[in-house]
């Protein structure tokens, strides 16, 4: 294991190379974005190459469809998929109904249609996305840029009298201009400190015009990978509501790591 790791790093690569285990040969999987998400391509690119593993990919942005691809996975597209057997992807926050914030990386749009399309939706994290309630991290909404301060307006408008504990919205920007998504759409972050009805807030949000779509993902995650930076690995899934505690040995696989880290 290289040294120069940080244990956070080291949590995501086992929380990766733990999901890899829900992945047969046959399947269409959903990739997701993310740091996190990074560590999972590369792990199946390895098992690609070097196990025979037989996967169709569908990334979720187009960093992930580049990474994908330069790791040896074949990449298909969703409508060529129609319908996937397992996505895998990152979170920003996870609670305990395993509901999430998720678009950090502006990536929420493809994230969400591809997770919807799956079997089953595998999240991959470290402990420190884990929350009581959502809403510390600033939730992404994808908005058009046609009248985006009008929709932005709006937004704070519908926030009035929610379960929420702040109001206040910002464009993303990346540097001096706005960010802008895969889709040629850009971000507001709803610094919202706490969600108290995140259901509810979704369907709000969703309605109003110029609004693509939010990054609360509510009863669309099945499992929860969590990977700790001393290598264990704690699995929760809520189909049958169990906690499964597994630890993963990273010094076994020492030539892997130092391979996929390179
Ligand atoms: O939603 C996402 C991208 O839109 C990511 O999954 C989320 O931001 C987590 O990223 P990371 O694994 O880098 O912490």
Known sequence: MPSDLSPIDKAKFVAAKQATTYVQSGMKVGLGTGSTAAWLVRCLGEMVRDEGLRIKGVPTSTRTAELARGAGI??????????????????????????????????????KIVATASDQMVVIADVSKQVETLGAFPLPVEVIPFGWQTTKTLIEESLIGMDVLGNTTS?????????????????????????????????????????????????????VVIGYGDGRVEVRDITNGTTDEKTFDFLDEDNLFSDIAD
């Not at 057997?85 to 678009?103: C, Q, S």
């Open 171 to 223: 464009l993303r920007m990346n540097g001096e201009t706005p960010f802008v998504t895969d889709e040629g759409n850009h971000i507001l972050d709803l610094h919202l400190h706490r969600i108290g009805n995140a259901r509810q807030l979704s369907l709000v949000i969703n309605q109003i015009p110029g609004v693509v779509e939010n990054g609360l993902f509510i009863d669309i995650c099945d499992s």
């Open 74 to 111: 074949e990449v298909i597209s969703l409508d060529e998929a129609k319908w996937l057997d397992l996505t895998i992807d990152g979170a920003d926050e996870y609670d305990g109904d395993l509901n999430l914030i998720k678009g950090g990386g502006g990536a929420l749009l493809q994230e």
